[in-house]
């Protein structure tokens, strides 16, 4: 479902990311681990298409999304780590906005923004303006508007960052549950409990380079110390 091969970005003489390959398979939770400046952020726009490689390839569905951007596009749900919200409309009225950018019928629209407005406990507020939202209110409505339009692909930095325990709960079983019904889910995070909880294999990278891929168990074993958690692991395989 997501494939990146020999993906690489350079500014100037700088390699922020270095011939990264990954396949992720569709219905799979990859996380995406690194210390800051590794090339998470970096890997993550270019995979959206927000950012243009400097060389490799990336292919979302089997899409190209250098041949084929805008059909790549559409079967993304991007969620940035600092989302723009026009906080002059209320929530309602942006995921109308956002539903228009990705073709949702009209006949399809209340039901669905309504539903998504529920499931992120945003429904009370749906006509308020954006501008009197919470930091964590503003997080779910942007996931609520990343699944507006059925995405094949969620592709997350930082998808708990502003979000309460019961929030981001709520988002951990959300994740878990649209993997099983066949989502690809990419997700970048700093929070490696979470990644530990909810996917199924993880990538560590490092000044650019993928260092280490596997499960959470493939990790510990990896870093060839007695008895790690995920964080001991993650020090040492970075360090």
Same mark, same amino acid.
């Given at each position: ?43 993550? =726009? ?66 669905? @923004? ?31 508007? @990343? ?28 994740? =878990? ?38 499960? @959470?168990?493939?990790?510990?074993? =990896? ?17």
């Amino acid at each position: 479902m997501i494939l990146l091969e020999n993906l690489t970005k350079k500014y100037g003489e700088f390699t922020a990311v270095d011939n990264l390959t990954l396949s992720i398979p569709k219905g799979e939770i990859f996380g995406f681990l690194g210390p800051n400046g590794a090339g998470k952020t970096t890997t993550i =726009k270019m995979m959206g298409g927000i950012m243009e490689p400097t060389s490799g390839l990336i292919k979302i569905g089997g899409i190209s999304m250098k041949d084929e951007p805008e059909k790549a596009k559409k079967i993304i749900g991007f969620i940035p780590d600092r989302p723009y919200l026009y906080e002059k409309l209320t929530g309602k009225e942006f995921l109308r906005f956002i539903g228009n950018l990705y073709g949702v019928s009209d006949n399809n629209f209340s039901e669905k @923004a309504d539903n998504l407005l529920d499931m992120f406990s945003l429904i009370k507020w749906a006509d308020e303006l954006i501008e009197s939202y919470s930091h964590g209110m503003k997080q779910r409505l942007i996931m609520a508007a @990343a699944l507006l339009h059925d995405p094949e692909v969620i592709i997350i930095d930082e998808p708990m960052v502003g979000l309460d325990p019961v929030a981001a709960r709520m988002v951990k079983d959300l994740l =878990k549950h649209l993997a099983s019904n066949g989502l690809t889910v990419f997700m970048s995070t700093h929070t490696l409990q979470v990644a530990e909880d909810v996917c199924h294999r993880i990538g560590i990278i490092k000044n650019g380079l993928l260092i280490a891929t596997g499960t @959470a168990d493939d990790l510990k074993k =990896k870093s060839l110390l007695i008895d790690p958690d995920l964080e001991d692991a993650f020090i040492k395989l970075t360090s």
